[in-house]
């Protein structure tokens, strides 16, 4: 580890609606380092996605990248052409959406989609494309991948449509996949199956991976660093295991009350008060003020910063601040 | 898979043929005019001998129900018995004469409504609310709004009367009819490599394959836009995105395809229109086709001649609809299975 093969700056997206600028992502940065798993948690809403789509260059009218920098393999993506992201998409950066149903063709067989996917990117055509799907499949833990090829996705089960989506996602060799909440749609049986081959197929080829979930369980089982966002922004990035630990933000401590912990039927679970703000008219301070329990004054008038208050700890909170905080000192749950 | 899906459609089809003949010849019987008087009109003084013998000679004497039983039998052996308006000439032989032409001018109008129609509305829907469909749109409205023999007669006289450019009527100039092989016109002249031939036919067939096709470039047109824009949301076609597609492959395979799904039915829909259209835009274009052969026959009330043409009609129909639901199954692979 080290290296970072994907570094996204102040990134900023924006989409017009009749009811004003939403700022879906409103100044993300984090760094995803060659070899690990980094995941992208947060609510619905908050600009996960529409962040993986601004890495993807995907956003579509009325969205619109603002200003940013999506720095990848020494480039910015984002001043890239068309035609130059074309060969990103899918060749070096593959990316995993969270409905196997409907994000597969329902009218193109599975070899269609995965063949045209190694024709486009030159990595083989002909008999040999056909032969490498079948390998590839194999390799997603397919049964009967031969006779797999000819099938359409309606004919195959959730679990199998989503190995055959991270087939075609795996399938030129990138060294970035984006999973885009890969398990949300499945049974839990199947989301166990399908992490635990993301994880066999990251150390086989030596992938990076950005996850997007929702999921902490999933955060805690499977990722190295985890960014938590809240209304657009990135509030809090660590190493997993100290961030589920000893969150420093309010959210993300807010977040970890909510969860469930089987056998503890004493600890109560508590929701954060209040909603996710309106994305259209967003508080003037912090994001997360209007239902932080430890917010004063200057938290609803100022945007914090984010901060490096550690080694590889950073959190976007005034309670950090070098002027101290005038509640007690934070709180560890 | 297909030879049983085509028999079976088929066999439907005579329950249908049987419906759409007894109801054809029944309210046939019930209009008012009497065939032999059209017949005898013009012939100055006949005896009532006369028209008795000529009524057996129909076979107009006998029982309506037998009459129909006999119609059916004949039809079943392709014999639809002889027209009275044609000088006793077989109704078989009449119609092949006809059907050519209107089959060569549906399938033209058909040809320019899709040929316009599905890239119209793919651009519509790539850009909603954009300038191309807004323009689009008022066209899709005209086009829907505006009476056929209406439209064929402000085509007439803009394009035929006004500016001399096209023909306003007929198949062909006479002097350059190739010689008959198919019936059609257009292929008959490539046939024979007459160019002059092909020129002369294809521009008779503009102004009235113009005013059949309007409405129907109407439909699809908006129905390819509607729902290409639903597709263009799915996440199949993010994810054709996230391959590395390029956008025409995006737009033109993975889009296209399942947007072309419900737009057949609507196709099929809208040619069994065109078919039924074609009986006002041949007369107004005294186009020598099927309908207006249809409309004349009904004129002269010659029972057997309009019954052939309506069941030739219905028959187009229900193929049409097998063909629709043979191309669903080709785009769609959800609906092979039943």
Sequence with gaps: MGEAVLGVRDLHTHFSTYRGVLRAVDGVSFELKRGETLALVGESGCGKSVTALSIMGLVRRPGRIVRGEVLFGGEDLLRKSQSEMRRVRGGRIGMVFQDPLSTLNPTFSVETQIVESLRIHGVAKGKEARERSIELLEAMGIPAARERMGAYPHELSGGMRQRVMIAIAVSCEPELLIADEPTTALDVTLQAQIMDLLAEIKEERGLSIALITHDLGIVSQFSDRAAVMYAGQVVEQGAVAELLEEPLHPYTQGLLRCVPRLGRADVALTPIEGSVPDMAALPPGCRFAPRCPKAWDRCRDELPEMREVKDDRFVRCHMYGEEESPMDEPEVV | ?338
Excluded: C
């Excluded at chain 2, 039998?73 to 059907?99: I, K, P, T």
């Excluded at chain 2, 005209?142 to 009367?161: H, Q, T």
């Excluded at chain 2, 020598?288 to 002269?300: E, S, T, Y």
């Design chain 2, 1 to 338: 898979m297909w030879g049983r899906f085509v028999t079976r459609r088929l066999i439907q089809l005579i329950p249908v043929l049987l419906g759409v003949s007894f109801i054809v010849f029944f309210t046939m019987h019930l209009t008012p005019g009497d065939p032999i008087e059209h017949m005898l009109g013009q012939a100055g003084h006949v005896t009532q001998e006369q028209i008795e013998e000529l009524r057996g000679h129909y076979g107009l004497d006998r029982p309506l129900v037998v009459q129909y039983g006999l119609f059916v039998g004949n039809a079943a052996r392709g014999d639809f018995g002889l027209s009275y308006s044609h000088h006793g000439r077989a109704v078989a032989s009449v119609v092949r004469e006809r059907l050519p032409a209107t089959l060569e001018l549906t399938l033209f109008a058909f040809v320019m409504a899709l040929v316009f129609a599905i890239p119209a509305g793919v651009i519509a829907s790539l850009r909603p609310q954009g300038v191309f469909d807004r323009g689009a749109t008022i066209g899709a409205l005209l086009g829907i709004s505006m009476p056929g023999f209406w439209l064929g007669i402000v085509l007439m006289i803009v394009f035929g009367l006004q500016r001399n450019w096209l023909p306003i009527s007929g198949r062909i100039d006479l002097a350059v009819v190739p010689p008959a092989r198919t019936g059609l016109y257009t292929l008959d002249a490539l046939l024979s490599g007459n160019g002059a031939a092909f020129w002369s036919a294809l521009k008779h067939m503009v102004l009235p394959g113009l005013a059949m096709a309007a409405p129907m470039a109407a439909m699809v047109m908006r129905m390819v836009r509607s729902s290409m824009i639903g597709v263009l949301a799915q996440d199949y076609v993010q994810f054709a995105r996230a391959k590395g597609l390029p956008e025409r492959t995006v737009v033109g395979k993975h889009a296209l395809r399942n947007a072309l799904i419900p737009t057949v039915n609507i196709v099929a829909l809208q040619t069994g229109l065109l078919l039924s259209g074609n009986m006002i835009i041949e007369t107004v274009f005294q186009y020598p086709g099927l309908g207006k052969l249809a409309v004349d026959a009904i004129g002269a009330a010659d029972y057997p001649l309009v019954q052939a043409v309506v069941l030739i009609y219905a028959v187009s129909y229900v193929l049409l609809n097998v063909g629709a639901d043979a191309l669903h199954a080709v785009l769609d692979p959800r609906v092979r299975v039943a």
